[in-house]
T-cell receptor
């Protein structure tokens, strides 16, 4: 059974640019959630999508947005990049949703903002 | 605001030396508490879900327990392959649920 796939794995952007990250969940999983991981703040919840609807959102500015497609694949977009957006962005899929805690994480997309 | 504090930040054990990791939390209406393991360069791996005080879950050398204010991850006779960062997360109940993670405990088990 294929795991959660995130692309790209590494990317470098400059301040002011925007970036789109992609996540393909495990087949049959309808919930996809996104997280930002930094050494200082640890792992922080961004948002969750379930059957193409955003169900919950963490405390991040509106520059962070996402969407989910009918095949459950999800994308996350960050506009007007800032240096502080440099982080590992993790995607997780779940068969039953965020509330079960049973999340299957991808290996992440490491974003560096220069 | 929900808070999760994990201690110690780092723990070094000898192979076979049992110990416990702590996760203390403050959350309005706990819906669930979750433990994950994260290896370097990888995403976290789900270990346990605990829903109510007094609940316990076991998996191989790991046992997780939950009280009203904290959770413990007990590691019995650890092996070097248990070396990883262990993360704890809580989920608030209600319609606006979300996960709040602790910063983790980095466990190193020496052979």
């Amino acid at each position: 059974k294929a795991g959660v796939t995130q692309t790209p794995r590494y990317l470098i952007k400059t301040r002011g640019q925007q970036v789109t990250l992609s996540c393909s969940p495990i087949s049959g999983h309808r919930s996809v959630s996104w997280y930002q991981q930094t050494p200082g703040q640890g792992l922080q919840f961004l948002f969750e999508y379930f059957s193409e609807t955003q169900r919950n959102k963490g405390n991040f500015p509106g520059r962070f947005s996402g969407r989910q497609f009918s095949n459950s694949r999800s994308e996350m977009n960050v506009s007007t990049l800032e240096l502080g957006d440099s982080a590992l962005y993790l995607c997780a899929s779940s068969p039953g949703g965020l509330e079960t805690g049973e999340l299957f994480f991808g290996e992440g997309s490491r974003l560096t903002v220069l | 605001e929900d808070q999760v504090t994990q201690s110690p930040e780092a723990l070094r054990l000898q192979e076979g030396e049992s110990s416990s990791l702590n996760c203390s939390y403050t959350v309005s209406g706990l819906r669930g508490l979750f433990w994950y393991r994260q290896d370097p360069g990888k995403g976290p791996e789900f270990l346990f879900t605990l829903y109510s005080a007094g609940e316990e879950k076991e998996k191989e050398r790991l046992k997780a327990t939950l009280t009203k204010k904290e959770s413990f991850l007990h590691i019995t006779a650890p092996k070097p392959e248990d070396s990883a960062t262990y993360l704890c997360a809580v989920e608030r109940g209600g319609s606006n649920y979300k996960l709040t993670f602790g910063k983790g405990t980095l466990l190193t088990v020496n052979p």
